[in-house]
Structures are given as C-alpha cells and as structure tokens.
C-alpha cells in the first residue's frame, strides 16, 4: 500500500536536506580561512557541478559560515570553529569506538568536560603494548626507561608512584625542573619520602601545589605523556594505561596540567 502524500513528502524532503547538509559540509571541508577558493576550482577539487556548489556557497554565506572575497570564498570566523568542532567531534567518536572497552572500565570523572570532547588527541597517537599476563609490572618496566630521558616533568596525581617520583627528582638533580599538583594526603606522604624537596639546592627548579581534589594520574615530559585512569571501583589502574608521544597529546596534557594548576596553591617549600 503506497504510504499517504503527506508522508511522502516529508520523506522526499528529509531526503534533500540531507542531500543539502552533505554538500554544505563537503564544501566546508574545502574551504581554508586563509586561501579564498572560486566556484571553478572548489568544483575541481569536490567533481562536482559549478551550479551545486555556487548553490551551497549561498546558503553557507547566508549562515555567515562563509565569506566572499573578490571571486574566492573563505570560511568565516564561525566557520572555522563550527569546522574544526565538527572535526574534533568525529575523531573523539573514532577514539569511543576503538578504545571502547577501556573507556568503559575506567572512571573518567577527572577530566574536566572540555578536555573529554577532545580525548581524540590522546587515543589517536596511543602507544599499544601487548602486556604479558606473566610480568605483573611489565607496564612500569617501560614507562621507566622512558621517563629516565626525561629532564622536564609536568605531574598532576592522586597517587605516588615511586619509580617515577624518583626519575623526576633525579632529572632535577641533573638540571632539570618539576612541577606537581597533587592533593594534602600526597604532599604528606612527600614529607617523608622525597630527598629532592628536602635538598634547599633544588628547590629553585621545583614547583609544588596543593589541590583539593584530583582523579587520575598524569605526567607530561618533554616528549612523553603518560595517563593512568582510577577503575570504577576507584583504585588505580596502573598496568592498563595511555602511553603518547604525538605532539597534540603532548599538548593536550600540558593544558591539562596548567587547568589543574590554575585552581590549586602553591606550596611553600622550605617548611620540608
């Protein structure tokens, strides 16, 4: 039984503005904000007909998504950002789909929203290791020799892992710099067992700060970010973790860091 006109036609029309959507979004896509493109040249690059894409450059413009100089167009302001947006968007729903089953077994509460949407910078360049069930700390037997190299470290943790701390004050030792945030129960803990916040020599390249609350744990070095995530029953899981050295995943901790450090307070210290 053919379905009744009114139905027909509203199907036909999701049809076209779906069809309309697709096209505008190629022609973004295209589109630079510094190098204007004409109609000829962006109907090259797409194979389309000059008439489609004139078309879509007219509503893109009426959406002040697209702007026109001379005989090119470029993205507007707002274009750029609704471009990149949607680029983040799909490469952090790529990042949901392959890294599912980690993503679903840990507590990703400490990472404030904006950096969750943008999670993609750190899945896309993760480092995949085949853990051996029979080597318990296989994982800490290799971040150690990575964090060795290092001479900068950025950490922001609720938890004390030793080997690290101890490649971190070794590398001040050496002329390098530290800067931690991290919570009052850590700082307590550090009273006690770090010699480089006891050494006054060393304290010119370390930062410390004190913040109430911090969920997971995080370090950044001049070439390496290293992100473990709490399981959901809230104990750290430091055998399953994010390994990268891609440079966006570098920056993406180190904003990360900065966020943590912007709302925590500095530590005095000489009362070590």
Not at 82 to 105: G, P, Y
Not at 133 to 161: C, D, E, K, N, W
Not at 226 to 247: F, G, H, Q
Request: with cysteine; net charge positive; proline share 4%.
């Amino acid at each position: 039984m053919p379905a009744p006109r009114a139905e027909r036609a509203s199907s036909a029309s999701r049809a076209r503005f779906s069809a309309t959507y697709s096209l505008k979004a190629r022609v973004m896509e295209s589109l630079d904000q510094e190098k204007p493109a004409t109609t000829k040249v962006l109907s090259t690059r797409l194979a389309l007909h000059q008439s489609s894409v004139s078309h879509a450059l007219k509503e893109l413009m009426e959406e002040d998504l697209v702007t026109k100089k001379g005989k090119g167009y470029r993205l507007s302001n707002v274009g750029l950002i609704q471009k990149n947006t949607v680029a983040w968007m799909e490469r952090t729903l790529k990042c949901l789909k392959d890294h599912r089953d980690f993503i679903l077994s840990h507590d990703l509460s400490g990472i404030p929203p904006g950096f969750q949407v943008t999670m993609a910078a750190v899945c896309d360049g993760r480092e995949i290791i085949e853990k051996d069930p029979a080597i318990p700390s296989q994982i800490q037997g290799i971040v150690g020799p990575l964090l060795s190299h290092a001479r900068h470290f950025q950490m922001a943790s609720s938890t004390l892992v030793p080997e690290q701390q101890m490649a971190a004050a070794q590398a001040v030792s050496k002329g390098g710099s530290l800067q931690t945030v991290t919570t009052a129960r850590i700082i307590q803990e550090l009273r006690l067992k770090s010699y480089a916040l006891k050494d006054k020599s060393l304290h010119s390249r370390i930062e410390l700060y004190s913040r109430s609350e911090i969920n997971l744990h995080l370090v950044v070095t001049e070439t390496h970010l290293i992100l473990a995530l709490p399981r959901l029953d809230k104990t750290y899981d430091l055998e399953n973790i994010i390994i990268s050295k891609d440079p966006q995943a570098l920056e993406w901790g180190r904003l990360l860091f900065l966020y943590f450090q912007s709302s925590a307070e500095k530590v005095d210290l000489t009362t070590f």
